[in-house]
């Protein structure tokens, strides 16, 4: 995978309240959890919520959809485990 994209959503999972939020996401698993349940858990304004789930989201490291008026965040799977394969492709190769 491209650095770059490894390096955005490393980024984006840099700052303490976007990875509390990304934690809380991957406790809900694929069914994923509403916006609301995230919102009252971490108790974090609706503002400021919003603003770190566009950057999840621009990172490619979760997905939402709409479900009559709840909002539902999942986090993408495959991209979490692509930045994971990526930090240990090389582990212990060392360099002889």
Same mark, same amino acid.
């Given at each position: 995978?491209?650095?770059?994209?490894?390096?955005? @959503?490393?980024?984006? #999972?840099?700052?303490? $309240? %976007?990875?509390?939020?990304?934690? %809380?996401? /991957?406790?809900?698993?694929?069914?994923? /959890?509403?916006?609301?349940? /995230? *919102?009252?858990?971490?108790?974090?304004?609706? =503002? $400021? #919520?919003?603003?770190?789930? =566009? @950057?999840?989201?621009s990172?490619?490291?979760?997905?939402?959809r %709409? +479900?009559? %008026?709840? #909002? !539902?965040c999942?986090?993408? !799977?495959?991209?979490?485990? =692509?930045?994971? /394969?990526?930090? *240990?492709? +090389? &582990? &212990?190769?060392?360099? *002889?």
């Amino acid at each position: 995978m491209d650095i770059e994209v490894i390096a955005k @959503a490393l980024k984006e #999972l840099g700052h303490p $309240t %976007r990875l509390a939020v990304f934690k %809380r996401l /991957v406790k809900a698993g694929e069914q994923g /959890v509403s916006v609301g349940i /995230v *919102q009252e858990e971490l108790n974090v304004p609706g =503002s $400021t #919520l919003s603003h770190h789930i =566009s @950057a999840l989201a621009s990172a490619g490291l979760i997905k939402q959809r %709409r +479900e009559g %008026r709840a #909002l !539902y965040c999942v986090v993408e !799977y495959e991209k979490l485990l =692509s930045v994971i /394969v990526f930090l *240990q492709d +090389e &582990c &212990c190769i060392g360099e *002889q």
